[in-house]
C-alpha cells in the first residue's frame, strides 16, 4: 500500500508540474510582446509566517494597439531584480493586457521542481510495490 501511495503522489505531481508547463507554453505561444518600464516594486509577504518575502514589479507598456496599461507582472522574484524606471521586456494576453509576464523570470523552475518530485515519488512507489511482490507480501 506504501508504494502505491508513493506513485498516487508522484503521478500527482509529476501531472502538476506538466500542467504547469503546458500552460506557461500555451501563455507564451499565445501571447504579444512589448518593451514596457518598471514604475514600481511591490513587495509580498510568503510562506505561512510571512517571514519570505518576494518582488513583484509593476509595468506600464503599449500593447500592439497602442493602449498604455499599467500592469502588476504575474509572478514575482526573492531578489529585487528591477529598479523603478527600468526598461521589461514583457509578454502580455492580448485578449486581457493586465495578464503580463516576464519572460525567463523563473516559472519553469517550479515546474520542473513539480515534475522531478513526481518522477522521484513514481519510481520510488514502483520500487517498493516490485520489491513487496518479489518477496510475497
Not at 501571447?31 to 505561512?48: D, F, H, L, N
Amino acid at each position: 500500500i506504501v508504494g502505491l501511495i508513493f506513485a498516487a503522489a508522484g503521478a500527482l505531481f509529476a501531472g502538476i508540474g506538466i500542467a504547469a508547463a503546458r500552460s506557461s507554453r500555451h501563455f507564451e505561444q499565445a501571447a504579444a510582446r512589448a518593451t514596457g518600464t518598471v514604475t514600481e516594486m511591490r513587495s509580498r509577504a510568503v510562506g505561512r509566517t510571512g517571514g519570505g518575502m518576494v518582488w513583484v514589479p509593476v509595468v506600464r507598456f503599449q500593447t500592439d494597439d497602442g493602449r498604455t496599461v499599467d500592469a502588476e507582472v504575474g509572478g514575482g522574484t526573492n531578489v529585487k531584480r528591477w529598479e523603478p524606471g527600468q526598461p521589461i521586456e514583457v509578454s502580455y494576453d492580448p485578449a486581457n493586457p493586465a495578464d503580463v509576464r516576464v519572460p525567463g523570470s523563473g516559472g519553469g523552475m517550479i515546474q520542473g521542481v513539480f515534475l522531478g518530485i513526481g518522477i522521484l515519488f513514481g519510481v520510488t512507489g514502483l520500487l517498493i510495490v516490485a520489491a513487496a511482490v518479489a518477496v510475497g507480501i
